[in-house]
């Protein structure tokens, strides 16, 4: 693994950007008039779990980081239970068990990076 110099450096910050683009490139398909609705909703929600991620970073402080990535978190949970209600409706086109998968994948990398952060202290 390289150095970690910067937020950027860290792969579940990575992740986040991966899996933002990815839901971008998803929404496009989504009805128009969902623009100030679900697609909104999700949109917020995916950008916040990078932002989050790179935010308690810069918090400098265990603790506040700690807590900013449980916020990031509960965006990865909010977005999966907007795409599951999306897909209930009828508006996932495509077969998104990848978007699915990473959003695990990330949930586990949060999930240990806040057990690692919160059993150092």
């Known amino acids: 693994m390289g150095e970690i110099n910067s937020y950027k450096d860290l792969d579940i910050w990575k992740q986040g950007i991966e899996l933002t683009v990815d839901i971008y490139s998803l929404l496009k398909?989504?009805?128009?008039?969902?623009?100030?609705?679900?697609?909104?909703?999700?949109?917020?929600?995916?950008?916040?779990?990078?932002?989050?991620i790179a935010e308690g970073w810069?918090?400098?402080?265990?603790?506040?980081?700690?807590?900013?990535?449980?916020?990031?978190?509960?965006?990865?949970?909010?977005?999966?239970?907007?795409?599951?209600?999306?897909n209930r409706i009828g508006y996932l086109k495509e077969n998104c068990e990848d978007i699915f998968d990473k959003i695990t994948t990330l949930s586990k990398m949060i999930n240990s990076l806040i057990n690692k952060l919160d059993n150092d202290k």
């Open 29 to 52: 398909d989504f009805p128009v008039e969902e623009r100030f609705g679900i697609i909104s909703q999700i949109k917020r929600a995916s950008i916040s779990i990078p932002a989050n």
């Open 58 to 86: 810069g918090r400098n402080s265990t603790k506040s980081y700690s807590l900013f990535l449980k916020q990031a978190r509960g965006s990865l949970y909010e977005l999966e239970t907007e795409l599951i209600i999306a």
